[in-house]
């Protein structure tokens, strides 16, 4: 079955830096446009990122534009979203998501991994 396991988060100071990683397994990976989206504590489910199959196409909020990238390497099943200038607001637990191409985000259509916490504080 389809699992996403993501990894990479922690506790870093305002202005520093993660690398977040997911392993896909289950379904052939390249077939899939792949998002990052985050939940802060108390809040909703916020898209991050976007990336299409090939890699060659990617997205972002206003919010994190500049300073977040999403790659893929689709030998090694594995999507990254690299952060830098971290800030307090950027706390939340990350989750790695399958997409579907043209299609809007759907909980329960497109499934997600357990995510991996990160807290950016001094």
């Known amino acids: 079955q389809v699992q996403l396991v993501e990894s990479g988060g922690g506790l870093v100071q305002p202005g520093g830096s993660l690398r977040l990683s997911c392993a896909a397994s289950g379904f052939t990976f390249g077939d899939y446009p792949m998002s990052w989206f985050r939940q802060a504590p108390g809040k909703g489910l916020e898209w991050v990122s976007n990336i299409n199959t090939i890699g060659t196409i990617t997205s972002y909020p206003d919010s994190v534009k500049g300073r977040f990238t999403i790659t893929r390497d689709n030998v090694k099943n594995t999507l990254s979203l690299h952060m830098n200038g971290l800030k307090p607001e950027d706390t939340g637990v990350y989750y790695c998501?399958?997409?579907?191409?043209?299609?809007?985000?759907?909980?329960?259509?497109?499934?997600r991994g357990q995510g991996t916490p990160v807290t950016v504080s001094s």
């Open positions: 998501v399958r997409r579907r191409a043209g299609f809007a985000y759907d909980p329960l259509e497109d499934p």
